[in-house]
């Protein structure tokens, strides 16, 4: 059973190009395997909150030392990396918003990478904690950042790929339809996007 975290950004729900790119991927990988199951984590339906005082003074306390309050501080924080220790496969739909993620999903990201949870710090270096997970990126974007005048502003795909290294999750695939504010791309951009997933 392969145990697939999808994970939306986008709050345009059945309009929405990431999720339709990232339900593809999600058929795609139903072809490879004889049983899939999928745990949707829709971040503009109960989105995470930005950082706030008291998620840090949780983060940064010893559990055992935890209040009343830090514990619901760390709460979300706790369910979104109990999802992702879960699951085999990450699908991470992510459109670009002004040129970044939508913060949405930086909310999420802020709350999955804890240091002696994700990530620590040996003498070699930080080291991810998160191992042996496979990852997607369905990424959606207006213009066409691939190649091209656009390719210097690329910042979603390589930002993900270094977070998500970040906690350990090396193994990242990258997932693109471009172009759904252009004339000429705009009516191709989901088939093209579709009919080009890798593995
Ligand atoms: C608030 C907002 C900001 C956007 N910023 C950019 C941008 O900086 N560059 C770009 O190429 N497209 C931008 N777009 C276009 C989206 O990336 C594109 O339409 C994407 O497919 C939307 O994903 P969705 O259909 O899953 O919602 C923006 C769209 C919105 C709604």
Request: aromatic share 8%.
């Amino acid at each position: 059973m392969a145990k697939i975290l999808h994970v939306i950004s986008s709050p345009r729900g059945e309009a929405s190009n990431s999720i339709k790119l990232g339900n593809a991927i999600i058929d795609k990988i139903k072809e490879q395997h004889s049983e899939v199951a999928v745990t949707v984590r829709d971040l503009t339906k109960g989105p995470f909150p930005h950082l706030e005082e008291a998620h840090l003074n949780a983060f940064f306390t010893p559990v055992e030392q935890h209040t009343d309050e830090n514990k619901e501080a760390i709460r979300h924080s706790n369910e979104a990396i109990k999802e992702i220790f879960d699951a085999d496969i990450l699908v991470i739909d992510a459109p670009m918003y002004n040129f970044g993620i939508p913060s949405t999903l930086k909310s999420w990201i802020d709350h999955i990478a804890r240091a002696g949870i994700t990530f620590r710090y040996t003498a070699e270096g930080p080291e991810g904690l998160i191992k042996g997970k496979k990852a997607y990126l369905a990424v959606t974007t207006g213009g066409v950042y691939s190649s091209g005048p656009m390719a210097s502003a690329d910042f979603v795909a390589p930002y993900l790929r270094a977070v998500l290294g970040f906690v350990g999750v090396t193994d990242v695939t990258v997932n693109r339809a471009e172009g759904f504010a252009m004339p000429d791309l705009q009516a191709e951009a989901l088939q093209k996007g579709i009919d080009n997933i890798t593995l």
